[in-house]
Structure formats: structure tokens, C-alpha cells
């Protein structure tokens, strides 16, 4: 189900503009040159939009560093959560999990989203993408645990950012 915020559309511009530049950076850099630029000491929002387009092209081999990127500050670290959450492996439950506690709303509405799309629960975008059917070639049964809780914060995220 999808929840649209109509007082927001400078937010659905920016969204759009930023998903237009991810597109044109997804066609010139690789998948490594990604990995490196997340790992280096480049300006966080670069290092945030690196996570993104490994997120959105589902780079397996970037999951470690995605993980390692989860204990970096706020843009990177909400950046790599989604990203680990669209890529579905099931090595990110468990920082994840961790996640779920961090001082910041934000992470941790973007940790539970990320849980709740492993299990198959809320699917990127809201609707689509196999909504409730869990991914069985990536399925972790501890995300069984904690990703109906992870779903309802997501859900409940979404409802207080339409509020506002």
C-alpha cells in the first residue's frame, strides 16, 4: 500500500531528481568503483548516493561494505540500510537487528523497512515486488522473528511522516 504525502511535492521533485541522477551514475561507474567511493573518505553525500545505486543494482558483493557503512553518520548510514535491504542477503539481519535501537528516527525506520523487505513484508516502494511472499533464495528464518515488529515501525513511520 502506498502512502502518498500530497503537502510534499517539492519532496516528490527532490525525489525524482535524485533517482534521475542515480540512473545516469549507474551507467558510468562499476560496481567496484562504487565500493570504493563508499569506503573512502569522500563527502558523506557521495558516499550516501554510492550505497543507493549498489542498493538499486542489488550488489552482493557490496554487502560487506554496506555493513561496515552502517556505523557510519546519518546520510551513509541510512543509505546503506535501505541498500542492504533491497539487496536481501542474509548477512545484514543481525546489524540490522542492531540498528533497530540507534538514536536516530530515521535509521531506524530505514532498519526496519530493510528487515521487513528481507522477509518479503513491505516491498520497496510500497506495493509491487511480491508483496508478502518471502524471497526463498535469500530467506534467513531469524528475519521471521523480528520482521513483523520491523514492518509495523515502517508502517507506523510512514503514517507520522504524512502527519506532519
Known amino acids: 500500500m502506498s502512502i502518498k504525502c500530497p503537502r510534499y511535492p ?3 521533485v527532490a525525489a525524482a531528481t535524485v533517482v534521475l541522477c542515480a540512473c545516469r551514475s549507474q551507467q558510468s561507474e562499476s560496481t567496484p568503483q562504487l565500493i570504493n567511493e563508499l569506503q573512502t573518505s569522500a563527502p558523506l553525500r557521495k558516499r550516501a548516493g554510492a550505497a543507493r545505486i549498489l542498493g538499486a543494482r542489488k550488489a552482493v558483493q557490496a554487502v560487506p561494505p554496506l555493513i561496515t557503512a552502517l556505523r557510519e553518520p546519518y546520510p551513509v548510514r541510512v543509505s546503506a540500510a535501505r541498500a542492504l535491504g533491497t539487496i536481501r542477503d542474509p548477512r545484514a539481519v543481525e546489524p540490522l537487528i542492531q540498528l533497530l535501537t540507534d538514536f536516530d528516527t530515521l535509521v531506524r525506520e530505514a532498519a526496519a ?3 521487513a523487505l528481507a522477509q518479503g513484508d513491505v516491498p520497496l516502494g510500497g506495493e509491487g515486488l511480491g508483496a508478502g511472499q518471502p524471497d526463498e ?3 534467513d528464518p531469524h528475519v521471521d522473528e523480528v520482521a513483523p515488529v ?5 508502517r507506523r513511520a510512514d503514517a507520522v511522516a504524512c502527519r506532519a
Open 113 to 115: 523497512r530493510a528487515l
Open 137 to 139: 533464495e535469500h530467506h
Open 10 to 12: 517539492v519532496l516528490a
Open 150 to 154: 520491523a514492518a509495523a515501525v515502517a
